[in-house]
């Protein structure tokens, strides 16, 4: 059996999904429904790969005063806890549902000071071994360097280990100025047009610009475009990967499941075809769900084979 996966969260958050029949701004709402999920870009990705029967680590930092949900989350799901917890509490991100979109309201971080973000680091580093695979995910939280990513990054290429980077703004401009780089990053079309300076309105233009990573030393550019699916580009292939659009309880952790997709691939030691398809596969099967949960692998591997690649037009 493969090693564990270790993913890193280092800016948690409880996600309050309120579901509404539209969204009319400036009036008052009746909500249908609401829940409360543990949630993060890292701890999405461990919930899914658990469902998919992978072993999990999750680290990070948690605020002690309100971790119950997810300590139940790692009970539930076999999640080996890891994280590390400071005074006072997560925060929680509010997620307005209507109409099959997502309108997100993003509570500020808790602060991390110098002291557990060491001891994250010495922890991440003793885990790390040849070929193990690291997933970093989310923004990082108030008190954290841009820079801290990149340097994780480096450190654990330095001991064998891959990593697959999930995150954007600052924290993904830093870790792409090498010279030791993330083996796959995965972000979405805005947040590749933020890095890049421009704007990436068609496939051949999202292409050009994933080409560039590559080109610049990241092994998998893996570029999320919502309903069109996804774009994965490799040394050796180019995938366009879509499914028809499917009914869509939650647009929630989607592109983490599509990362979670990634890591199974990476697993079996696949190809980018069955990466593409897998990974897509991965957030298809997430949309039908409310949270970060997969449906049965049976129902992942009928869409995954359902799963549309076309060879984006070359430039």
């Not at 869409?303 to 690649?309: D, H, M, R, S, T």
Request: charged share 15%.
């Amino acid at each position: 059996m493969s090693a564990p996966v270790i993913t890193v969260t280092l800016n948690p958050a409880i996600d309050q999904t309120i579901s509404l029949a539209r969204l009319d701004v400036g009036q008052v709402q009746q909500a249908e429904a609401v829940r409360y999920d543990a949630g993060g870009k890292g701890i999405n990705v461990a919930s899914c790969l658990a469902d998919w029967g992978t072993k999990i680590i999750a680290c990070g930092v948690l605020g002690a005063d309100n971790d119950a949900a997810f300590h139940a989350l790692f009970s539930a799901k076999s999640i080996d806890d890891r994280f590390i917890r400071i005074a006072g509490q997560t925060r929680i991100n509010i997620k307005l549902a209507h109409g099959g979109q997502t309108t997100d309201i993003n509570l500020p971080s808790l602060t991390v000071q110098d002291a557990p973000l060491h001891e994250c680091r010495t922890q991440l580093l003793a885990y790390a071994a040849p070929g193990r695979l690291f997933v970093l995910a989310g923004s990082l939280p108030s008190g954290v360097p841009a820079a801290f990513y990149h340097e994780i990054i480096a450190a654990l290429a330095e001991r064998g280990a891959r990593v697959i980077l999930d995150t954007s703004n600052a924290a993904l401009f830093a870790a792409l100025q090498g010279p030791v780089l993330p083996f796959c990053v995965k972000p979405n079309r805005h947040e590749l047009e933020k890095l890049t300076g421009e704007a990436l309105p068609t496939i051949p233009a999202v292409l050009h610009a994933a080409r560039s990573l590559l080109r610049r030393g990241v092994g998998l550019v893996v570029v999320s475009l919502g309903e069109q699916g996804a774009i994965f580009v490799g040394p050796d292939a180019e995938w366009h990967a879509y499914l028809p659009v499917l009914r869509c309880a939650s647009s929630v952790g989607a592109g983490d499941a599509m990362v979670a997709g990634i890591v199974a691939a990476l697993l079996e030691g696949a190809d980018l075809a069955r990466t593409a398809r897998l990974a897509t596969a991965f957030a298809a099967g997430k949309l039908g769900l409310t949270g970060a949960h997969l449906p049965a692998p049976s129902v992942i591997e009928t869409l995954a084979a359902a799963v549309v690649l076309e060879q984006p037009t070359r430039l």
